[in-house]
């Protein structure tokens, strides 16, 4: 008998608030007594789940990770239309809902990327990970686009789905700084109406 374990639902609540911490402090300003108080967990409790604190942020990005393109890949009401309308009209409903798992996901990539990107090769490897995870899934949405003919085609696809991440990681940072969610907005516009459309000579 495994004394002191929680049940899956347990662990998953304590995902949840050490995100929320780690937004709100980042991952250095956040203790682990800060979070074992917030998730109301003992340490011997805690060290059932995730070994250390590094693995506890190593595991919030990767269940982050699973629920973002669950959530991606449920979204309902698509409107009528070409892959690309479908995917900007997807890409502002995360930027209204703010909270939902994909919009997270990014903002805490983008966090993370910046204070602990370069830590540690486990943290380096999660990161890079998830990312290359985005961008596969970009990278088809963009191949859908050009073979239907609304989206540029002089580049390749890999190159607009990297495009689009490392604006949309570009914006989030600005997003926060400047509370206002404008900036995503603008980059979605941007994108969408001047830079992926195809070509004319």
């Not at 809902?97 to 997270?104: D, E, K, L, V, W």
Request: hydrophobic share 35%; proline share 3%; charged share 25%.
């Amino acid at each position: 008998m495994n004394r002191g374990r929680k049940p899956e639902h347990c662990r998953e609540s304590i995902l949840e608030m050490g995100m929320e911490l780690f937004d709100r402090n980042g991952y250095h300003g956040t203790g682990l007594k800060e979070i074992l108080d917030t998730c109301q967990v003992s340490k011997g409790s805690f060290y059932n789940f995730f070994g250390s604190k590094e693995e506890f942020a190593i595991e919030i990005i990767r269940h982050f990770q699973s629920q973002a393109f669950e959530c991606w890949n449920q979204q309902a009401d698509q409107p009528p239309g070409c892959h690309a309308a479908r995917l900007r009209h997807k890409i502002e409903t995360e930027i209204q809902t703010g909270q939902a798992h994909c919009f997270r996901m990014g903002s805490l990539l983008a966090n993370l990327s910046g204070e602990i990107g370069a830590a540690s090769d486990a943290f380096r490897s999660a990161i890079l990970d998830t990312t290359n995870r985005i961008l596969d899934a970009l990278e088809q949405d963009m191949l859908q686009c050009q073979h239907e003919g609304s989206v540029r085609t002089d580049l390749g696809a890999r190159a607009l789905a990297e495009l689009i991440w490392n604006c949309w990681q570009g914006a989030l940072l600005r997003m926060q700084v400047e509370d206002s969610t404008a900036p995503l907005s603008n980059m979605v516009k941007m994108l969408w109406e001047h830079v992926l459309p195809p070509r004319h000579i």
